[in-house]
């Protein structure tokens, strides 16, 4: 299987990962893949969550910055959200 990662967006939650908006690794210095939505020296900030729990959660915020409905937005972040470093 050819790994096929998306570029500046969030290995977790599938949002944008600009460098203002980068969680940290455990020595402070920003990460490449995670936002501060997700992840804070190092660690996951909600460990526990299920990827039916990151898709549900993450609907309302992908529909507005993407701008799609709420349906559209459940559909991509069920199609993205499995590909992604954290829940592969």
């Known amino acids: 299987m050819t790994e096929k990662v998306e570029k500046n967006i969030c290995q977790s939650c599938g949002l944008s990962n600009k ?5 940290t ?8 893949d995670y936002c501060d939505g997700c992840i804070k020296d190092g660690e ?10 990151m898709i549900e959660k993450s609907v309302p915020s992908t529909a507005k910055s993407r701008n799609m ?8 972040l069920e199609t993205l959200l499995p590909t992604l470093r954290r829940w592969r």
């Open 44 to 53: 996951f900030i909600e460990p526990e969550i299920t990827l039916k729990e």
């Open 25 to 32: 690794k455990a020595d402070g210095t920003l990460s490449d």
């Open 69 to 76: 409905t709420m349906e559209e937005a459940k559909y991509y």
């Open 19 to 23: 460098l203002d908006e980068r969680g």
